[in-house]
């Protein structure tokens, strides 16, 4: 399947590059796991290890502070430890086990990462993402911590969306999957956490721009798009009824696998067509502020790409 993504899709004409602390990060954010207990065996290290957060943050952040880097390099650790505990260890096929595990992460939200509050007994996953908004509080940068809760939050409630389908064995139509993969994919907070190692976040007049929020939908898709058409291959042999961009636009149209996966193909490059000409508007306005904000999603496109060629998570 790896073949097929790399000689379907077009690969982002965008440059790469890797932040020159990504193997240091590497390291200290497995051990972080380790120390909240994300990952509690030698086995469960290993899977996290192979995930290769580090290789995606790295990529995706190469000219950000250390700091940053590593926020944002365990912000996806603790994504794909909550990942596989939904996809591979069941909970995420059982939305009666996961409502209450949700309700206490939603719990952990709501206070901001307040160090003066103490985050109610949820567990590891509870206690490492208090850590990750207490020390993204410590930036003083309140509109991005508001920002990445709701984001969090947003991803969490549609993990029960997804749970519901998986225990009734219903497979989305292709416009609502679209719509629900943006913020199951984790997307959204990973970038907000990319705009704050930038040593120029965007402002809220930036923000708040019609044509910026746009182009954040359009990455957010491309990344998740790419993910689909490589992760296909061992999705599909796990969970015939996986949401996957290919799932959905087999059922929906009627198509065979192959029919499918170059739709889904075809999806990807026509998003990547309007995103180059929705950058070259925003571009064109010389705003140094609004070019560094494109330079963060044009890094996570080209970091996802080259990380889903090489990552061990799809094989």
């Known amino acids: 399947m790896r073949s097929f993504a790399i000689s379907a899709l077009r690969e982002p004409p965008f440059p790469t590059g890797r932040h020159g602390a990504t193997e ?21 290290v290993h899977r996290l290890q192979r995930a290769d957060a580090a290789g995606l943050s790295g990529r995706a952040c190469p000219d950000g502070s250390v700091d940053g880097l590593r926020l ?31 309700s206490t992460l939603l719990d952990v939200l709501d ?49 029960l969306w997804e749970a519901t389908n998986r225990e009734r064995q219903r497979v989305p139509d292709v416009a609502e999957y679209v719509q ?19 040593a120029r976040p965007p402002g809220s007049a930036q923000r708040a721009n019609p044509a910026l929020l746009a182009l954040d939908l359009l990455a957010v898709d491309l990344v998740c798009w790419c993910n689909d058409l490589f992760s296909y291959g061992k999705e599909s042999r796990a ?19 192959p029919a499918a996966l170059r739709a889904a193909a075809n999806r990807f490059n026509q998003g990547l067509a309007k995103y180059l000409d929705a950058e070259e508007a925003l571009l064109s306005s010389g705003n140094d502020e609004m070019r560094l904000a494109l330079a963060v999603r044009r890094n996570w496109v080209r970091a996802t790409y080259d990380w889903s060629v090489v990552a061990d998570r799809y094989a």
């Open 111 to 159: 206070r901001y990462g307040d160090p003066n509050v103490l985050p109610p007994a949820v567990g590891p996953l509870g206690d490492a993402l208090h850590d990750l908004c207490r020390r993204i509080r410590l930036h003083d940068h309140a509109a991005l911590l508001l920002r990445f809760v709701s984001q969090m939050r947003e991803y969490l409630l549609a993990l």
């Open 24 to 44: 240091q990060v590497a390291s200290e954010s497995v051990e972080w796991a380790r120390a909240f207990g994300l990952v509690d065996s030698s086995q469960r």
């Open 72 to 102: 944002l390099t365990d912000l996806i650790s603790w994504l794909f430890v909550m990942d596989d505990a939904c996809d591979e260890d069941g909970l995420g096929a059982d939305p009666v086990r996961l409502g209450p595990a949700i």
């Open 180 to 198: 629900l993969r943006r913020h199951i994919g984790g997307v959204h907070p990973c970038l907000t956490l990319t705009d704050l190692a930038s």
């Open 239 to 257: 969970d015939p009824d996986a949401h996957n961009l290919v799932t959905v636009i087999a059922q929906d149209s009627d198509a065979d696998e």
